[in-house]
């Protein structure tokens, strides 16, 4: 079984930063892709930045120059270094890694809980 579990969320205000961390445990032989999708309510997921095992990325145009999409490959570990945060950012965000729980088998995409990120004065 493959768990994400994400931490880092909170309040902050317009201007500042946060830094959101998710860790995959469990059954894991090889993680691929990794990345950040948020939500806010009545709007679809959108992905906000994503980073491969080779160490490419991409970024949602919205927070490029601001997010900073990193992984600790050692430790099955994405994280989000949130700059410059607006208003518009605050979102549900939520961790979603490609994950082969073993040789041979299949990758099959996984979600954490989401943590929620409020931008506020």
């Known amino acids: 079984q493959v768990q994400l579990a994400e931490s880092g969320g909170g309040l902050v205000q317009p201007g500042g930063s946060l830094r959101l961390s998710c860790a995959a445990s469990?059954?894991?032989?090889?993680?691929?892709?990794m990345a950040w999708y948020r939500q806010t309510p009545g709007k679809q997921r959108e992905l906000v930045a994503s980073?491969?095992?080779?160490?490419?990325?991409n970024y949602a145009d919205s927070v490029k120059g601001r997010f900073t999409i990193s992984r600790d490959n050692a430790k099955n570990t994405v994280y989000l270094q949130m700059n410059s945060l607006k208003p518009e950012d605050t979102a549900d965000y939520y961790c979603?890694?490609?994950?082969?729980?073993?040789?041979?088998?299949?990758?099959?995409?996984?979600w954490g809980q989401g943590t929620q990120v409020t931008v506020s004065s």
């Open positions: 980073i491969t095992n080779g160490g490419n990325i």
């Open positions: 979603w890694a490609d994950i082969k729980a073993q040789i041979g088998a299949f990758a099959y995409g996984y």
């Open positions: 469990g059954s894991i032989f090889f993680i691929n892709e």
